[in-house]
T-cell receptor, first 109, second 112 residues
């Protein structure tokens, strides 16, 4: 079964502290994974994708096929990082995008 | 305007009524999706479409109907609304060569 799991519903950290949002997936084949973000009163938008291997707004995510994980990390959290974060998987065999249940990140000043 | 738009933005309807949520995109993306966003459940896929006249059920299709007669439109119909369908509904589109999903602004539906 194709599945994306985000175990934390809420993550609260202080400004300047490191952040790690966990994501695990279940997929037979080579997955294409994404992190999407939804800031308050804004549309859901792409933050980064594993194939681009880039850092966006200080966030990085590494695909670990052995652990079937795609955790999102940032070394120093900023208040503007407060948002809802979704991990997502693109299933090429089914032509659909599956999302996790989301993690609300709250950065305390 | 270019992009993906949903209408209405807000809707209150009564139990048992039929209601249609509209989604329109101007990019000619072949893929379109409907999700519902609920606290604790995240985004759950209701229906999706790989092209005009091709639709498939997602995780939670019961009580919903979709159609895709034109590439740019993907309406979602609640045949007989129930209170459990109170949610925020998001439409999205993507292109198979890119796979990034572009989202509409959402429709907040309340069933009373």
């Amino acid at each position: 079964a194709q599945r994306v799991t985000q175990p934390e519903k809420l993550l609260s950290v202080f400004k300047g502290a490191p952040v790690e949002l966990k994501c695990n997936y279940s997929y037979s084949g080579s997955p294409e994974l994404f992190w999407y973000v939804q800031y308050s009163r804004q549309r859901l938008q792409l933050l980064l994708r594993h194939i681009s291997r880039e850092s966006i707004k200080g966030f990085t995510a590494d695909l670990n096929k052995g652990e079937t994980s795609f955790h999102l990390k940032k070394p120093f959290a900023q208040e503007e990082d407060s948002a809802m974060y979704y991990c997502a998987l693109y299933s090429s065999s089914a032509s659909k995008i599956i999302f996790g249940s989301g993690t609300r990140l709250s950065i305390r000043p | 305007d270019a992009g993906i738009t949903q209408s209405p933005r807000y809707k209150i309807t009564e139990t048992g009524r039929q209601v249609t949520l509209m989604c329109h995109q101007t990019w000619s993306h072949s893929y379109m999706f409907w999700y519902r966003q609920d606290l604790g459940h995240g985004l759950r896929l209701i229906y999706y479409s790989a092209a005009a006249d091709i639709t498939d059920k997602g995780e939670v299709p019961d009580g919903y109907v979709v159609s895709r007669s034109k590439t740019e439109n993907f309406p979602l119909t609640l045949e007989s609304a129930t209170r459990s369908q109170t949610s925020v509904y998001f439409c999205a589109s993507s292109d198979p060569t890119n796979t990034e999903a572009f989202f509409g602004q959402g429709t907040r539906l309340t069933v009373v």
